[in-house]
């Protein structure tokens, strides 16, 4: 998150077509009834219903990780529920729209010699409310896409969870549509996200602390290395820690994803560095030459994408890379993805093979995603590197 005060991301899924037909991708469209028809007043969410919500919702989101997938099928499997709930004319046309664009991300990702082999996808229904006519379901969708070109010691597979809204409308026979898809997490960062992080507020003030601004890195591939020499943390904690709490949450610390103070990007990477041997510095949460966290209370640094920013440099616990391919286990990286300065997004380093970093980070929680999916996904971003 970008600031514990300024921060509130956003994502939508819904994108637009302007194709319109009665059939889309072999996906069975609700007719609209004449005005004589009759109107259900109180349509049911029945356990049946609900699990057919479910239904949907995994054959939408199952047919988005099979458009990343290289050489997959464009066949929609969401034409097999066309029953007691169906997609409304409009969001088969957004979904049919949004299958275009991840396939066309599948071919920028080809470009840099990322291809996926194979994707699973599971999706959980978590809660359900009706008002009326509407019901609003809430979903956890878990999706894993396997490598296809491994190579060494690289890793298989890479990893997601996205929690996601979707709202059914009851027609006036009263069979429900899914009208909208919204996704719910404050990243918006996962591999089939389609839509561009929000431009948020930009960085809070300094309150007169020593506040330099960390160098851009360069996103050229093949820099020269720069091993690691230091043995003051434990890196190798430090990845474990976040590879174990990628799709969960300790406890020991509030859970900042969906919150309106933003994401849980910042908070989740500082309890990894904590984990490999960072200690506290005690003091006023406002202070950004501070650090601490636990459970009760957090300073904005150990939290907030810039304040931590400043307190790495201000502590000297970091020192800038040139180049992001120069992040190697326990370094973090972040990302300012409206270059208006402010950055808006923390990671770390969880794993490295051939020359590639790969991050793992929160909101969305995300496990050993490639640096190069990043950059061919956001690039025009800037991009910061911090040796820990």
């Not at 060494?152 to 059914?168: C, I, M, N, R």
Request: charged share 20%; aromatic share 10%.
């Amino acid at each position: 998150m970008k600031s514990r005060k300024l921060s509130r991301r956003r994502s939508r899924t819904a994108i637009v077509s302007a194709a319109a037909a009665s059939v889309v991708a072999g996906v069975a469209l609700v007719p609209n009834w004449s005005a004589g028809a009759a109107v259900v007043n109180d349509p049911t969410v029945d356990a049946s219903t609900k699990a057919t919500f479910q239904k949907l919702a995994d054959a939408v989101f199952t047919d988005r990780t099979q458009a990343l997938v290289h050489g997959a099928a464009k066949k929609q499997s969401t034409s097999r529920f066309s029953g007691d709930v169906r997609l409304s004319n409009t969001q088969s046309r957004d979904e049919s729209s949004a299958l275009t664009q991840l396939r066309g991300r599948q071919t920028k990702l080809a470009e840099v010699g990322e291809t996926y082999s194979a994707g699973t996808t599971k999706v959980t229904l978590d809660a359900t409310r009706v008002t009326g006519r509407t019901a609003k379901a809430d979903v956890t969708e878990t999706t894993t896409l396997t490598y296809a070109k491994v190579t060494g010691d690289a890793p298989k597979s890479t990893d997601f969870q996205a929690h996601h809204e979707l709202t059914f409308k009851a027609d006036q026979r009263g069979t429900w549509q899914l009208s909208k898809i919204e996704d719910t997490d404050e990243g918006g960062l996962a591999v089939n996200t389609l839509s561009k992080p929000a431009v948020k507020a930009p960085a809070p003030a300094d309150d007169g602390n020593t506040t330099p601004d960390a160098p851009r890195a360069a996103t050229t591939r093949n820099p020269v290395a720069v091993p690691k020499t230091s043995t003051t943390y434990d890196y190798k904690a430090m990845a474990a820690y976040a590879e174990k709490y990628w799709n969960v949450y300790n406890t020991d610390y509030p859970n900042f994803n969906g919150h309106a103070d933003g994401g849980d990007c910042t908070n989740f990477v500082s309890q990894s560095l904590k984990a490999g041997g960072w200690k506290h510095v005690p003091g006023y949460v406002y202070d950004y030459t501070k650090w601490f966290g636990t459970a009760d209370i957090q300073s904005d640094s150990f939290v907030g994408v810039n304040e931590w920013s400043w307190f790495a440099q201000n502590s000297k616990r970091t020192t800038p890379l040139a180049n992001v391919y120069q992040a190697e286990v326990g370094d973090v990286i972040q990302v300012d993805f409206d270059r208006d300065g402010a950055k808006d997004h923390t990671m770390i380093v969880t794993y490295k093979a051939n020359g590639v970093p790969y991050v793992t980070y929160h909101s969305n929680n995300t496990l050993r995603r490639s640096l190069s999916s990043l950059i061919a996904s956001y690039p025009n971003a800037y991009y910061y590197a911090y040796r820990t």
